[in-house]
Nanobody, 123 residues
C-alpha cells in the first residue's frame, strides 16, 4: 500500500520558517521524483519543488527560489521542504507527491499523493 504522509505544517508569522516532512512507503523511493505542491483557496494548485531521489536533481518554482530548499533522506524514504522567510501568500495546503520522473513532477503529473498539511502564514 502506497503512503505519503506529510507533517510539519502550522501557523507561523510572516518572515518565519517551517520544515515540512514527507514520509513515504509502498513504492521504490529511489525510482521516483518526489515533490511538493500547494493548493490555496480560490487558486490553481502550484508545484513548489521536486527532487529526483536518484541523482538529487532539483526543481523550484519561481515563487520558491531563494527561500525554500528541498532535500531527501533515501535511508528514511523521506523528503523535506525547508521554508524560510514565509509570506502570507505562501498560505496553502501543502501536498507531497511522487512522479515517475522529475519533469512530470514539476508539472504536477503525480502518480501518488498525500493528504496534505496546512501552512498558515499570518500575524
Amino acid at each position: 500500500q502506497v503512503q505519503l504522509v506529510e507533517s510539519g505544517g502550522g501557523l507561523v508569522q510572516p518572515g518565519g520558517s517551517l520544515n515540512l516532512s514527507c514520509e513515504t512507503s509502498g513504492f521504490v523511493f529511489i525510482e521516483y521524483a518526489v515533490g511538493w505542491f500547494r493548493q490555496a483557496p480560490g487558486k490553481v494548485h502550484e508545484v513548489v519543488s521536486c527532487i529526483s531521489t536518484g541523482d538529487g536533481a532539483r526543481y523550484y518554482a519561481d515563487s520558491a527560489k531563494g527561500r525554500f530548499t528541498i532535500s531527501k533522506d533515501n535511508a528514511k524514504n523521506t523528503v523535506y521542504l525547508q521554508m524560510n522567510n514565509l509570506k502570507p501568500e505562501d498560505t496553502a495546503v501543502y501536498f507531497c507527491g511522487a512522479a515517475i520522473e522529475r519533469t512530470r513532477c514539476s508539472t504536477g503529473d503525480m502518480e501518488y499523493r498525500g493528504k496534505g498539511t496546512l501552512v498558515n502564514v499570518s500575524s
